[in-house]
């Protein structure tokens, strides 16, 4: 509730010193994995998709728009809070075929990509080089509606924001028994920092100024993680993935700041979701929570994308009392708590400084 007033304030600050009841940036550009897609799944053929019931039960108008949520996913309430009216719409949905949808932004994240294009190939997902190229037709797109000057002021306005990170370890790394016997977790994450450095470099090419990159959550607490990696009844977090999430944090946030002392004019934030949501995890009843541990869908333990259906037996009813909607994602509850976080974090990428 604090940190909800103080970024209130800000922002209302904000809003009071441009006068203009415009978003504070001009546009939003989402990349990433599951997390923060919000439909470019859809149309592919791949088993991660979140276009069917019970998804987006409690999202507008009850519809399932391939959010791997019950609601909103922590990036939707960003631009709420950015004052933005819409939503960043899915790139490769219909909404995206209306071009001036496009002047606010756009959402290319997809389910199951990673750093590494790897991962994404086992998924038939997005790669994050492809979100990338994806990006490049979306800037001649916007270019040919507004023209280059106008167009270059919005890119360079503009927030950008990657979250992505956890389908590289959970389904990738974890799961495949030749490489994590021969790479260790630590190797693999250095591995990932140089495509995250790459990546970073090259949105700093295309004209990128204002980029925000979130950290791994508690791998360990995510409930399809406790299923799979916790061992037979175990309800608790699974300690060796956490502390392979904080390594990669520690490594990505030096990783940044050496970007940004190499880069001029760049504003790179590392937003910290792990310890927000570490702190839901732990004490839910103290963050307006009941259940931490099991997700609402289904048994609450595993299920997640085509495994959460209608069919899923024991899914709950009211998904505001728990802290994960499915096996790998959070509530609309949780995203909320996330979303007001990353706020909190990110004023430097809304100040004109």
């Known amino acids: 509730m604090f940190i909800r007033l103080i970024s209130f304030l800000v922002l209302a600050g904000f809003y009071a010193g441009f006068g203009t009841g415009q978003?504070?940036?001009?546009?939003?550009?989402?990349m990433g994995d599951s997390v923060v897609d919000a439909?470019?799944?859809?149309?592919r053929l791949t088993l991660v998709k979140a276009n069917f019931?019970?998804?987006?039960?409690?999202?507008?108008?009850?519809?399932?728009?391939?959010?791997?949520?019950?609601?909103?996913?922590?990036?939707?309430?960003?631009?709420?809070?950015?004052?933005?009216?819409?939503?960043?719409?899915?790139?490769l949905s219909?909404?995206?075929?209306?071009?001036?949808?496009?002047?606010?932004?756009?959402?290319?994240?997809?389910?199951?990509?990673?750093?590494?294009?790897?991962t994404s190939l086992i998924y038939n997902a997005i790669s994050l080089?492809?979100?990338?190229?994806?990006?490049?037709?979306?800037?001649?797109?916007?270019?040919?509606?507004?023209?280059?000057?106008?167009?270059n002021e919005i890119f360079k306005g503009a927030i950008h924001l990657l979250s992505t990170g956890s389908s590289d370890f959970l389904q990738s790394y974890y799961i495949n028994p030749i490489l994590n016997a021969i790479v260790t977790p630590d190797r693999y994450s250095d591995r990932l920092m140089r495509?995250?450095?790459?990546?970073?470099?090259?949105?700093?090419?295309?004209?990128?100024?204002?980029i925000g990159v979130t950290s791994l959550p508690p791998l360990g607490c995510l409930p399809a993680a406790i299923t799979m990696f916790g061992g037979i009844g175990s309800n608790t977090c699974v300690e060796r993935l956490n502390r392979d999430a904080v390594s990669f944090n520690t490594k990505l946030n030096n990783t940044s700041v050496n970007l940004t002392n190499k880069l001029?004019?760049?504003?790179?934030?590392?937003?910290?979701?792990?310890?927000?949501?570490?702190?839901?995890?732990?004490?839910?009843?103290?963050?307006?929570?009941?259940?931490?541990?099991r997700a609402c869908c289904g048994t609450g333990t595993v299920e997640t994308s085509f495994l959460c259906n209608e069919l899923s037996v024991g899914t709950c009813s009211n998904a505001t009392s728990y802290v994960f909607w499915d096996g790998f994602h959070p509530s609309e509850a949780a995203n909320r708590v996330i979303a007001d976080n990353l706020l909190g974090q990110?004023?430097?990428?809304?100040?004109?400084?």
């Open 129 to 151: 080089t492809q979100q990338m190229e994806n990006y490049k037709e979306y800037q001649s797109k916007v270019t040919s509606m507004v023209g280059r000057d106008k167009a």
């Open 346 to 353: 990110g004023f430097s990428l809304i100040s004109q400084t």
């Open 53 to 91: 019931p019970p998804y987006g039960r409690d999202f507008l108008a009850h519809r399932a728009t391939g959010r791997f949520s019950n609601g909103k996913l922590a990036i939707d309430f960003t631009a709420e809070n950015l004052g933005f009216t819409s939503y960043p719409v899915a790139y």
């Open 195 to 210: 495509f995250y450095s790459t990546f970073i470099q090259n949105m700093y090419g295309l004209g990128a100024r204002r």
């Open 94 to 118: 219909q909404d995206a075929a209306n071009e001036t949808n496009l002047l606010t932004g756009a959402n290319f994240a997809s389910g199951a990509s990673g750093y590494h294009d790897g």
């Open 39 to 43: 439909g470019n799944n859809n149309l």
């Open 23 to 30: 978003p504070l940036v001009p546009a939003l550009i989402i």
């Open 264 to 293: 001029p004019g760049l504003k790179l934030v590392v937003f910290d979701i792990y310890n927000p949501l570490l702190n839901m995890v732990m004490k839910p009843e103290e963050n307006g929570f009941f259940e931490s541990r």
